[in-house]
């Protein structure tokens, strides 16, 4: 796997990339990950799956739009061509369209192996709020060309849901494509204390909780989640918004708070510890918020649904599909009144909270890593868990 994104940056890509591969360890399969370095703090990630998930960090620059990124150094990527290229590979899956597609791209036609690449990023709606002193029209224009450009490098693609499909195909993408989400490790989420939660930040047990898990960035809309936190604490003066996450958006989004006199209401977090206090978090929640227009797919919900807590979101792209069928959410539109009114609805009814939380598990169910991987399986051309005697060894 080859990527320009790895935890410890924390986003959907990073979390994608690890569920894939610590899943397909558990398979059998050795697993060889390139991403940028980091610094200190990547450490634990890298040795988390065992001998069989290889991490190759490469020396990187940050970004100076998104200092939270880091862009791999040329001369860098031409060195981990050398070494790549000398190895036996099975399959070359590329997550990123950056010096990453490049490098996945080249070691795969240099290997003769297939080379897939997951389309994670919904990028034509994004780039306008990084580069914003350039016109968004020209932006999206380039994000399509570059799309169709990069796409007809690969041999397969990956795509999130079947909205994303849609996209891609009106860009004139013809690639094959085979849609197929993340999943999510059912296991990892059976855990959290919400009481431990409360009592750390001092909220009383009877006190309302909305939360958010997000990254800290314009697209992700989390400007209007307080928007609709500051319509509720009139009927909730007590409310806290609880907002995991960090990112290049925080110091607006801690002014608006400030501005809209909810200091006292919302609560920033930062990033949160995904095996011990993100799942107290998401316990200690009457309602998970989600309100992003741009999700390809919508992780955080899924997590919501498996630990029960029950939801109030847009269906947008990514997150329409992950709610089509579900009974664990409230579905509202963009529109303040309209959204904080089921929420409000949802904190005042004991037993619809009960109803949804319930549901939550179920629905998780759909998403589970192990339903899916047999599918990804089937996208790499290896063979399936079942005969992992003759699996394929390596996976970059």
């Known amino acids: ?87 036996c590979w099975n399959v070359v899956h590329v997550h990123t369209p950056f010096r990453a597609h490049r490098l996945g791209v080249r070691v795969a036609r240099d290997g003769g192996v297939p080379v897939v690449e997951t389309y994670h990023t919904y990028f034509e709606e994004y780039v306008a709020h990084y580069l914003p002193w350039l016109p968004g029209g020209m932006l999206r224009f380039i994000a399509r060309r570059l799309s169709r450009s990069l796409c007809s490098e690969v041999d397969r693609l990956i795509v999130p849901t079947k909205e994303m499909t849609e996209v891609l195909l009106r860009y004139g993408i013809e690639t094959p494509a085979v849609v197929l989400p993340t999943g999510i490790d059912l296991d990892e989420f059976l855990g959290g204390d919400g009481a431990a939660f409360r009592a750390r930040h001092g909220i009383a047990a009877d006190q309302p909780v909305v939360a958010t898990v997000s990254r800290l960035a314009i697209e992700k809309n989390i400007g209007f989640l307080i928007e609709v936190v500051q319509r509720l604490v009139r009927d909730f003066p007590g409310l806290r918004f609880v907002i995991a996450g960090e990112g290049p958006d925080a110091r607006r989004l801690r002014r608006k708070a400030a501005e809209a006199g909810l200091s006292g209401n919302v609560l920033f977090l930062g990033n949160l510890d995904r095996r011990t206090t993100l799942l107290d978090c998401y316990r200690a929640a009457d309602a998970f918020l989600f309100a992003s227009p741009t999700e390809t797919q919508g992780l955080v919900l899924t997590e919501a649904m498996a630990l029960g807590v029950p939801i109030v979101s847009t269906a947008v792209m990514g997150t329409a599909t992950v709610l089509r069928d579900a009974h664990s959410a409230l579905v509202a539109p963009e529109d303040t009144e309209v959204f904080a009114a089921a929420v409000a609805r949802l904190l005042r009814d004991a037993g619809l909270r009960a109803t949804l939380a319930a549901a939550g598990p179920r629905d998780a169910q759909a998403w589970s890593n192990e339903r899916l991987m047999q599918r990804l399986l089937a996208v790499y051309g290896a063979p399936a868990p079942s005969d992992t005697r003759t699996a394929p060894e390596s996976i970059a």
């Open 1 to 87: 796997m080859v990527s320009d994104v790895y935890f410890p940056r924390v986003n959907g890509v990073s979390t994608s990339i690890r569920t894939m591969a610590k899943a397909l360890v558990a398979l059998g399969h050795r697993v060889t990950l390139v991403a940028p370095d980091y610094g200190d703090a990547q450490h634990v990630f890298d040795a988390e799956f065992g001998p069989r998930f290889e991490v190759i960090r490469l020396p990187a620059r940050t970004i100076f739009f998104d200092p939270e990124d880091r862009l791999v150094r040329g001369d860098a990527t031409r060195q981990a061509f050398a070494h790549l290229a000398g190895r």
